[in-house]
């Protein structure tokens, strides 16, 4: 048991200092994909900077692509692990919803990227888009095979956690159910008690009452067998 609770705490240290370098490169790459349609706009050297800012961020994004991939693992993993109480349930839906504002900030930061970057295009004129357009156009259809990836990856941890929610409801549920079934046996019992202890005094008090008049009887008998 102990190994266990080591085990899913070593996990918990890893998904924290991945959140943190994830962080970090997010950070790194919004500036990245803000600054790069300016550097491709006033360059000095229009044929190469877009391409490097280009290779910048696309090796930045597959980085960062793996790191949360690697994030998402992890917590599957904690999720996996036998020693989930209520705290560690808690830390794993925590840990979960980072990875969800990761992967939302990721694809925005993408998304605004493309945006800037087919409007430069479309600034720079036909010819300097003939020249980057079959690059462009690759680099767009990788973007994209990226986001879908990140959105089913995501809906897939949607999913889970859906799954994992409805689990705990229905748990509850049954055991609300089990509780009420007990209250309505007990309350049911005691009317019955009550009901049987009334018989029990009724006969006692009628068992005295005959008592007491065979008592009488008899004495009244022997009052009269004395006097005569």
């Given at each position: ?19 943190n ?39 930045l ?39 969800l ?78 509780l ?24 006692k ?24």
């Amino acid at each position: 048991m102990v190994s266990m609770v080591s085990n899913h705490d070593a996990l918990r240290k890893q998904a924290r200092h991945l959140e943190n370098e994830i962080d970090v490169k997010l950070v790194a790459f919004g500036k990245i994909g803000a600054n790069s349609n300016s550097t491709i706009g006033h360059s000095s050297n229009a044929d190469t900077s877009p391409l490097l800012g280009e290779s910048i961020f696309d090796s930045l994004s597959e980085e960062i692509t793996q790191k949360l991939d690697k994030l998402a693992s992890i917590n599957e993993a904690m999720a996996e692990s036998p020693a989930t109480n209520t705290a560690a349930m808690h830390n794993l839906q925590r840990h979960r919803e980072i990875l969800l504002s990761y992967r939302q900030e990721f694809n925005n930061i993408c998304a605004n990227h493309t945006t800037r970057m087919e409007r430069e295009e479309l600034f720079r004129g036909g010819e300097n888009v003939s020249k980057i357009a079959g690059l462009n156009r690759r680099d767009m259809y990788m973007k994209e095979t990226s986001h879908l990836n990140s959105s089913n990856a995501l809906i897939n941890d949607q999913i889970n956690i859906a799954i994992e929610t409805r689990e705990n409801l229905l748990s509850q549920r049954h055991a609300f159910k089990r509780l009420q079934t007990r209250f309505n046996d007990i309350s049911n019992r005691f009317p019955l008690i009550s009901s049987l202890i009334q018989r029990i005094n009724i006969k006692k008090k009628r068992d005295a009452l005959i008592v007491g008049a065979v008592i009488g009887v008899c004495v009244v008998f022997l009052l009269l067998y004395a006097f005569n």
